[in-house]
T-cell receptor, first 115, second 113 residues
Framework: GAGVSQSPSNKVTEKGKDVELRCDPI?????LYWYRQRLGQGLEFLIY????????KSGLPSDRFSAERTGESVSTLTIQRTQQEDSAVYLC?????????????FGPGTRLTVL | AQSVTQPDIHITVSEGASLELRCNYS??????LFWYVQSPGQGLQLLLK??????LVQGIKGFEAEFKRSQSSFNLRKPSVHWSDAAEYFC???????????FGTGTRLQVFP
């Protein structure tokens, strides 16, 4: 595949609903990262995976947020009982490995709007 | 507190003018340093990175950045800006013993013809 893909590109939901965001990393990339970008702010680290293991979940804002990854492939970020403050662009990135010298390649993001 | 600071929220320059975007970090040790660009409707793209060695690093699209340890800075520069450089620019760091990119809040660059 060409690059990191994310779906949907846009999601509008009502407060209290659950949403699932999907990320397809570059084939062969073992590391996968989720970030959140609120309007006018920088990127906020949420979670990363090495394979299907998530060693660091410290960035998840609350227990309404969870993520999983199937092998070294697709990952889903789930937000339960969405709140208006969850509105943001959710970005996914993948890299060939976890170490900092492995460049992270970013997807185009999913814009989530909670009404 | 450990942080990455980009003091300029918005910068406007004329096409052909020189550009410098500021980035300061606050960490006990020298982190790995990055600059990313986010163009409208596109994902983030890595412009350049610094790990060690020569403190002046060259990147893509004619950008360069200089690491200054004494000032805890990693400012991005370009001698002559093109209209296509209009975008949002993010400075980021990774501490050498972690795997997380920590981003600044970004600088939005506007280029006038």
């Amino acid at each position: 595949g060409a690059g990191v893909s994310q779906s949907p590109s846009n999601k509008v939901t009502e407060k209290g609903k659950d949403v699932e965001l999907r990320c397809d990393p570059i084939s062969g990339h073992t590391a996968l990262y989720w970030y959140r970008q609120r309007l006018g702010q920088g990127l906020e680290f949420l979670i990363y995976f090495q394979g299907n293991s998530a060693p660091d979940k410290s960035g998840l804002p609350s227990d309404r947020f969870s993520a999983e990854r199937t092998g070294e492939s697709v990952s889903t970020l789930t937000i339960q009982r969405t709140q208006q403050e969850d509105s943001a662009v959710y970005l996914c990135a993948s890299s060939a490995g976890l170490r900092a010298n492995n460049e992270q390649f970013f997807g185009p993001g999913t814009r989530l709007t909670v009404l | 507190a450990q942080s990455v600071t980009q003091p300029d929220i918005h910068i406007t320059v004329s096409e052909g003018a020189s550009l410098e975007l500021r980035c300061n970090y606050s960490y006990g040790a020298t982190p790995y340093l990055f600059w990313y660009v986010q163009s409208p409707g596109q994902g983030l793209q890595l412009l350049l990175k610094y790990f060690s060695g020569d403190t002046l690093v060259q990147g893509i699209k004619g950008f360069e950045a200089e690491f200054k340890r004494s000032q805890s800075s990693f400012n991005l520069r370009k001698p002559s800006v093109h209209w296509s450089d209009a975008a949002e620019y993010f400075c980021a760091v990774v501490l050498y013993n972690t795997d997380k990119l920590i981003f600044g809040t970004g600088t939005r660059l506007q280029v006038f013809p």
